[in-house]
């Protein structure tokens, strides 16, 4: 059955985390553009990052893989992706839509897009909007806002757009669009979103700039350069360890190989803002991407209130962080985190639902939550929701709690950490 059991106890050892999946979604993508073979060493495989390699076969992009377990993706140039024979399924990868819609408004051909029903009940308009105004014809339900969307590869020309909402997607969608929009697109964000596709497209030669909260893109006048890369691990994957270690008396973990990027490292600040025995070791740079070793070991924490432009940077690590906040001394606040709504599912209800199954003391808001802590979690039945992040959290949460904890229709972890069980399983969880 799709279920774990888990006991309590803390975890020690040292370990890998999977690889980065927003890096490895983009070396794929952006590989697809290259003129020649990209090398992408330790990709992550999970069913997001491998959806977005079925697709980009179906686009005509041979993709092989070494001994070594290198992906090798034959890039066919700027123009030479193909019109797919079928339509492009992104199961439940918003990464995956979000980008493509952004790559393929502006190629010469027809397709379209389709996705789980998790997936196409997740906002698209703030992609095809902005791309509709660089003049990409895109027709689907809501005109335009939800999956499935029919792509009708048009002329795009430049524009200058405020981004609403901090969001890497869009932005990302945007800059791929800009590779083949005609002027100068110009790219104003609110927060710092994660910055991969910035320095991935740099380092493939595209002209592209940042000053302050501005980005400016435009179409490079030859080819893109092949990338050749080791994607690091996954910080929002390691992030499920490190809370383990926080919270888990007894604990002592060291995490190899993490990106650490400024922009994605927002739960390592708090953590620290927290009191956690948290430190880097060995940082060094892995192309093009800041790495290091995560250490942590058990402390008692206390709580804290985090908000603003912190947000954008742990986004996809506030459900785990509310657990943390479970086992921090005092009130701990999540504010300015209404993004969290339109994720796998509305992280801010299915987490607070289901933490509350386990006894947490945590509060809804209308932007994010409020616990207070400590408190002793009991074990009991709770569920995902299908959602990936959601799974682990529970899972970690049932290392803490007293008793038994069973988290429902857990195998959807595999979306972004494949053998997350045998993960924890190795660093001493007892786990069935
Ligand atoms: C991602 C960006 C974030 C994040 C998602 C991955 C990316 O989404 O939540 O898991 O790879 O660009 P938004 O851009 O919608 O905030």
Known sequence: ?????????????????????????????????ADGVSRVRNPLRSGDTLTTLDIIRKLGVDVTETDAGEWLVHG???HGLQEPEDVLDCRNSG???????????????FSALAGSPQLRKRPMGRVTEPLRQMGAQIVGRDEGRLLPLAVIGSPLHNIEYHLPVASAQVKSALLLASLYAWGLTVIKEPGPARDHTERMLGSMGAPITRKGP?????????????????????????AFLLAAG??????????????INPTRRGLLDALIAMGADVTLENGRESGGEPVGDLHIRYAQLRGITIGGDQIVTMIDELPIFAVIA????????VRDAGELRVKETDRIATTVTELRKLGADIEERPDGFVVHGPTPLKGARVWSHGDHRLAMALAIAGLVAENATVVEESACAADSFPGFVETLQRLGARID
């Open 1 to 33: 059955m799709d279920q774990i059991h888990l006991s309590p106890g803390p975890l020690r050892g040292e370990t890998l985390v999977p690889a980065d999946k927003s890096i490895t979604h983009r070396a794929l993508l952006l590989g697809a553009i």
């Open 76 to 78: 066919r140039g700027l």
């Open 95 to 109: 990464t995956t839509a979000r980008l493509l819609l952004g790559l393929l408004a502006g190629q010469p051909f």
């Open 214 to 238: 501005y980005i400016t893109s435009e179409q490079p006048e030859g080819e893109l350069t092949p990338l050749d890369i080791t994607v690091p691990g996954d910080l929002s994957s390691a």
């Open 246 to 259: 926080a919270i888990l008396p007894g604990s002592d973990i060291r995490i190899r190989a993490v990106g």
């Open 326 to 333: 479970t086992q921090a001394r005092g009130e701990t606040i």
